[in-house]
């Protein structure tokens, strides 16, 4: 079993940066693939980027490529997504995901634990 709590957003203004932390509880964390997955007022998750168990391989919506990173560091259980030249658009509630298995997914609803999620306001 995997506990995720998010941390790092708030207001910023366009052009900005956030860097939003992911803390992992649970044995699993480190065979993991994990994603971030974010969701806009009136719309659906919409995933965001995701990485391996290893960090060797990531990949990113094409809305936000160039301008976000995933990362991981399993030996503090924690995973990243440094946000810059953030836009208006990029306003929602980003939540951290794991999966048990090595690769991610596009797909929200394949991910099997969930954080609490963590607002991320761009101001125009």
């Known amino acids: 079993q995997v506990q995720l709590v998010e941390s790092g957003g708030g207001l910023v203004q366009a052009g900005g940066s956030l860097r939003l932390s992911c803390a992992a509880s649970?044995?699993?964390?480190?065979?993991?693939?994990m994603g971030w997955v974010r969701q806009a007022p009136g719309k659906e998750r919409g995933f965001v980027a995701g990485?391996?168990?290893?960090?060797?391989?990531?990949d990113y919506t094409d809305s936000v490529k160039g301008r976000f990173t995933i990362s991981r560091d399993n030996a503090k259980n924690t995973v990243y997504l440094q946000m810059d030249s953030l836009k208006p658009e990029d306003t929602a509630v980003y939540y951290c995901?794991?999966?048990?298995?090595?690769?991610?997914?596009?797909?929200?609803?394949?991910?099997?634990?969930w954080g609490q999620g963590t607002q991320v306001t761009v101001s125009s």
């Open positions: 995901a794991a999966r048990l298995s090595s690769f991610f997914t596009r797909e929200y609803g394949t991910y099997d634990y």
């Open positions: 649970g044995r699993a964390f480190s065979r993991s693939a």
């Open positions: 990485i391996t168990w290893n960090g060797g391989t990531t």
